[in-house]
């Protein structure tokens, strides 16, 4: 399921910022991005992400950045400045030497250095703990994002059900299945077979005629769809993480379906087994969206 949240906070002069987004995916797959120096916090990421989803394709982002008041100034040495400055001049006026720049000398190794910032193992954990809690709050607003598709989701799962529903009535329905319009079909084709082989046996034929028909009869599979449409509508209904039960309906839909298909021996059933599995399909693949 797809989604997108941010959340920024501010804690002692250091701004902070969660980026969280997800998109579809079968199983849960997290993609962190942790500046220089939280990179401690990665196995605690994941498992927050790990417990709030269970199908996904999920990415964050974190960014951490000081105000100005609270950067670390740099610091200059400026004797050292002032001795390559001498240096550089009396190159130009003895050689010719090209006029030292002031970035130039600044890239010197020596005269130009930032500290690194000392944080105390209290300092740390204050931060990581606003760092945390900002990612709680971001994955709280990626669920509620993937809710509200998941919502307009179950609306579009539901009218597939009740399309799969109303095509199993209609194959369920179809005189082709009426005993007298059986009994009819196959005795058309008993005597066709007689009249082109008259010494096949009648009785034989019969008995193979009527074994033919009890194997195409699709009472089972029309049984098992209805059974599915209930229960995926159980599940629809109670809501929470379904995706992998309906993908196992939806499988279970394409077998009927398909069963449905090779048992026909009338174009009119097939012709709804056909629809059907182009609606399975359909279902199949929203599906896939679902956590």
Known sequence: MTGFARVAAEHQGTAIAWEVKSVNGKSVDVRLRLPQGFE??????????????????????????????????????????????????????????????????????????????????????????????????????????????????????????????????????????????????LAEQVRLLLEASPALDETRLNMEAAFLATKADIREEIDRLKTHVASARILLAGGGAIGRKLDFLAQEFNRESNTLCSKSNAAAVTAIGLELKAVVDQFREQVQNLE
Request: charged share 25%.
């Open 40 to 185: 401690r916090l990665e196995p605690a990421v994941r498992q927050a992400i790990q417990k709030r989803f269970s199908r996904g394709n999920v990415q964050a982002t974190l960014t951490v950045s000081r105000t100005a008041g609270a950067m670390v100034q740099p610091v200059i040495n400026e004797n050292f400045l002032r001795d390559v400055a001498e240096l550089a001049t009396r190159l130009v006026e003895q050689y010719g030497a090209a006029p030292a720049s002031a970035d130039g000398l600044l890239a010197l190794r020596g005269v130009f250095d930032m500290p690194e910032a000392v944080e105390t193992e209290e300092q740390r954990a204050a931060i990581d703990a606003v760092i945390m809690d900002g990612l709680e709050k971001g994955l709280a607003g990626l669920v509620e994002a993937r809710k509200a598709e998941g919502e307009a989701l179950r609306a579009l799962l539901s009218d597939h059900i009740a399309t799969i529903e109303t095509l199993t009535v209609q194959a369920e329905a179809d005189p082709s299945r009426e005993p007298a319009q059986i009994r009819q079909r």
